[in-house]
């Protein structure tokens, strides 16, 4: 069993940055990939990025390339997204997950993903 625990949300205005921690814990051996979703009030869940375990690949949704950077710490089982230049758009609450999904389009069509952190907001408004 895996846990998740996201961290780094809160209230900032429009332009700002806000880094966000998921730091996983237990049996993590199966994991190829992290990812970072997020839902709004009103509306699906949407894949936002994720980034490969071993390799490193990252992955981006279209929203978000250029403003958005996701890395991970492999010894700390750790994957962080940095959110620059934020738009009252970007509000949500946003969950790390782990999946043992190997192609693009699984990762980023949010396919195979196991284990859900319970989410950190994030509130981008003046």
């Known amino acids: 069993q895996v846990q998740l625990v996201e961290s780094g949300g809160g209230l900032v205005q429009p332009g700002g940055s806000l880094r966000l921690s998921c730091a996983a814990s237990?049996?993590?051996?199966?994991?190829?990939?992290m990812g970072w979703f997020r839902q709004a009030p009103g509306k699906e869940r949407e894949f936002v990025a994720a980034?490969?375990?071993?390799?490193?690949?990252?992955y981006y949704a279209d929203s978000v390339k250029g403003r958005f950077t996701i890395s991970r710490d492999n010894a700390k089982n750790t994957v962080y997204l940095q959110m620059n230049s934020l738009k009252p758009e970007d509000t949500a609450l946003y969950a790390c997950?782990?999946?043992?999904?190997?192609?693009?389009?699984?990762?980023?069509?949010?396919?195979?993903?196991?284990?859900w952190g319970q989410g950190t907001q994030v509130t981008v408004s003046s």
């Open positions: 980034i490969s375990w071993n390799g490193g690949n990252t």
């Open positions: 237990g049996r993590t051996f199966y994991i190829y990939a």
């Open positions: 997950a782990t999946t043992r999904s190997t192609t693009a389009t699984m990762i980023v069509q949010g396919f195979g993903y196991d284990y």
